[in-house]
């Protein structure tokens, strides 16, 4: 690796706190937020609001993000620390969303009922797929600049397992089939998501697979896995793709031999 010079690392400085307004603005804005939110007692109010909380959290994460690209396309460094403020605005992102979509990886399709009820004419699903997809190429434009060896690899594909649970979470499922009539504003966004969805949990079932088999095989780590076909399989049967949910019905099964089989091994 060539040495960086110190006009070279100016220069990175300079290009550097090009974003250094934005992420303060951002941030203070977020802290109104935070102070405004405390204030509110109506729990689905606070709720509503969170939506708008995590947004700026998510920019959050893009500035930082942004800063360790200068520096690793200009001065090829790695700045850890810029990185980590970058993944834990990410994280806090997805807790606030979390706090108003829930978490529940393979509960009821219908659990979060009363939350999209309320938020029926407040929040589009153009900004729901929108929210979605800036989580999505956050955690990306993250997994480039942590580099394919960071320590934080196993966290990384926690995030995404927690972004992919939130956006299955952010469909009304309650709606969604009657609202299948291209007519309906918002038909393309609500399709594009489902989509996503889709996409997103079976790269996590991957990942976790993956994970189970190159590390120490943590039954948990299967069983996140098995849990999340399931989740797959809840949303076949709900949209009546009968050979897809069969398909996933098989993958569960096999998932669950192979980690019945180490767990034998390991008895």
Same mark, same amino acid.
């Given at each position: 690796?060539?040495?960086?010079?110190?006009?070279?690392?100016?220069?990175?400085l300079?290009?550097?706190?090009?974003?250094?307004?934005?992420?303060?603005k951002?941030?203070n804005?977020a802290k109104?937020?935070?102070?405004?939110?405390?204030?509110?007692e109506?729990?689905?109010?606070?709720?509503?609001k969170?939506?708008?909380?995590?947004?700026?959290?998510i920019q959050?994460?893009?500035?930082?993000?942004n800063?360790a690209d200068?520096?690793l396309?200009?001065i090829?460094?790695?700045?850890?620390?810029?990185?980590t /403020?970058? !993944? %834990? =605005?990410?994280?806090?992102?997805?807790t606030?969303?979390?706090? &108003?979509?829930?978490?529940?990886? $393979?509960?009821?399709?219908?659990?979060?009922?009363?939350?999209?009820?309320?938020l029926?004419?407040?929040?589009?699903?153009?900004?729901?797929?929108?929210?979605?997809?800036?989580?999505?190429?956050?955690?990306?434009?993250l997994?480039?600049?942590?580099?394919?060896?960071?320590?934080?690899?196993?966290?990384?594909?926690?995030? /995404?397992k !927690? %972004? =992919?649970?939130?956006a299955?979470?952010?469909?009304?499922?309650? &709606?969604?089939?009657?609202?299948? $009539?291209?007519?309906?504003?918002?038909y393309k966004?609500?399709v594009?998501?489902?989509i996503?969805?889709?996409?997103?949990?079976?790269?996590?079932i991957d990942?976790y697979?993956?994970?189970?088999?190159?590390?120490?095989?943590?039954d948990?780590?299967?069983?996140?896995?098995?849990?999340?076909?399931?989740?797959?399989?809840?949303?076949?049967?709900?949209l009546?793709?009968?050979?897809?949910?069969?398909?996933?019905?098989?993958?569960?099964d096999?998932?669950?031999?192979?980690?019945?089989?180490?767990?034998?091994?390991?008895?």
């Amino acid at each position: 690796m060539k040495k960086v010079t110190e006009t070279e690392k100016a220069e990175c400085l300079k290009m550097q706190d090009v974003y250094k307004p934005a992420l303060t603005k951002v941030s203070n804005e977020a802290k109104f937020i935070e102070t405004e939110i405390a204030t509110i007692e109506d729990e689905l109010a606070v709720k509503e609001k969170k939506i708008e909380l995590a947004f700026k959290y998510i920019q959050i994460s893009n500035y930082f993000c942004n800063m360790a690209d200068i520096a690793l396309n200009k001065i090829d460094s790695r700045m850890e620390s810029t990185t980590t /403020d970058a !993944r %834990i =605005a990410l994280s806090t992102s997805v807790t606030y969303l979390e706090d &108003t979509f829930g978490l529940d990886v $393979n509960g009821s399709l219908l659990t979060n009922s009363e939350v999209h009820e309320h938020l029926e004419n407040k929040i589009t699903d153009q900004y729901k797929y929108k929210i979605i997809i800036y989580l999505c190429y956050t955690s990306k434009y993250l997994k480039h600049l942590f580099g394919e060896n960071s320590k934080w690899k196993w966290n990384l594909i926690e995030i /995404d397992k !927690r %972004i =992919a649970i939130l956006a299955k979470n952010m469909i009304d499922y309650k &709606t969604y089939i009657k609202n299948t $009539n291209p007519a309906i504003d918002g038909y393309k966004e609500r399709v594009k998501t489902m989509i996503l969805i889709k996409k997103l949990i079976s790269k996590s079932i991957d990942a976790y697979r993956i994970k189970y088999e190159v590390t120490d095989k943590n039954d948990e780590d299967m069983l996140l896995s098995i849990n999340m076909v399931d989740v797959l399989r809840s949303i076949a049967n709900y949209l009546g793709e009968v050979q897809s949910a069969e398909d996933f019905k098989k993958t569960h099964d096999s998932l669950k031999r192979i980690l019945e089989a180490n767990q034998k091994k390991t008895s």
